[in-house]
Nanobody
Framework: QVQLVESGGGLVQAGGSLRLSCVAS????????MGWFRQAPGKEREFVAA?????YYADSVKGRFTMSRDNAKNTMFLQMNSLKPEDTAVYYC?????????????????WGKGTLVTVSS
């Protein structure tokens, strides 16, 4: 099993920045791809960013969000800049057991519990 714990969420004004972190523990050797998803109230969970051989981003965050990974510390980050009210959601850390980038919910094997990001207008 792999445990994922997110941190770094909070309240920020539109145009501001936040940095989310996710620490993986347990059988981390079995996780080859990692990523971030988000779920806004009343909406389905959606892909935000993923990293495998390269980094992938949803069109809605491209150019504003940057994902990075520190394999030595089993940690990944999501730097979010130029935040908009529509970025408000619970952000989930995710991991997959293959090299296939986790760009869809169906490819995710492990989930964190989520961290809330609220962007005020």
């Amino acid at each position: 099993q792999v445990q994922l714990v997110e941190s770094g969420g909070g309240l920020v004004q539109a145009g501001g920045s936040l940095r989310l972190s996710c620490v993986a523990s347990g059988r981390t050797s079995s996780t080859y791809s990692m990523g971030w998803f988000r779920q806004a109230p009343g909406k389905e969970r959606e892909f935000v960013a993923a990293i495998s051989r390269r980094t992938y981003y949803a069109d809605s965050v491209k150019g504003r969000f940057t994902m990075s990974r520190d394999n030595a510390k089993n940690t990944m980050f999501l730097q979010m800049n130029s935040l908009k009210p529509e970025d408000t959601a619970v952000y989930y850390c995710a991991a997959g057991g293959t090299l296939v980038a986790i760009t869809t919910v169906s490819r995710v094997d492990y989930w964190g519990k989520g961290t809330l990001v609220t962007v005020s207008s």
